[in-house]
């Protein structure tokens, strides 16, 4: 079953629900989701009281300037990898003054794929400081629209379930 508009729309209202509730901010650092996840937050009326920044750093070059991550890692690991989308968190959070903040990147296709980052291949990143942040990688099924579509929503529960532990 595709995964509808209105299955983000209600993990993005769950997941404001919670950071107003908490009073807590959020910024987003987005690679193949392009903004979706900030967008699907700043779809609800009154999100300027929880949505600080969306950063959409596409390429690697904006990765290191806006987010500060390492050329090492990117040289390393790829974009797409663990250390990666742990520094995007970090870098959001520095550059922000988030409470907390959510990092993706991954392999949307429908090329790019390697053997081992298959199309689909997504690392996601969610923490409140570089110590407390968790990394999880997914790899979802489908064309480009549906990864990306499975992207957000896996980003969305995975910051409310995140906050919801801490």
């Known amino acids: 079953m595709p995964l509808t508009d209105q299955a983000l729309a209600d993990a993005g209202n769950q997941l404001a629900?919670?950071?107003e509730r908490r009073e807590l901010t959020i910024a987003t650092a987005e690679s193949c989701t392009g903004g979706w996840v900030a967008k699907v937050l700043t779809d609800r009326a009154g999100s300027s009281a929880y949505v600080l920044a969306g950063?959409?750093?596409y390429s690697n070059d904006a990765k290191r300037a806006l987010l500060g991550v390492t050329e090492a890692s990117l040289d390393e690991q790829g974009a797409v990898s663990e250390p990666v989308v742990r520094e995007?968190?970090?870098g959001a959070l520095s550059t922000t003054g988030a409470s907390v903040a959510v990092a993706i990147s991954g392999v949307a296709g429908p090329g790019g794929g390697s053997d081992d980052k298959p199309v689909g291949t997504v690392w996601f990143a969610w923490g409140r400081s570089p110590a407390d942040t968790v990394a999880v990688v997914e790899t979802f099924p489908g064309d480009r629209?549906?990864?990306?579509r499975q992207a957000v929503l896996h980003a969305l529960q995975g910051v409310r379930s995140f906050l919801e532990n801490s």
């Open 145 to 148: 629209d549906q990864v990306r």
């Open 17 to 19: 629900e919670l950071l």
């Open 55 to 57: 950063l959409v750093t």
């Open 88 to 90: 995007m968190v970090a």
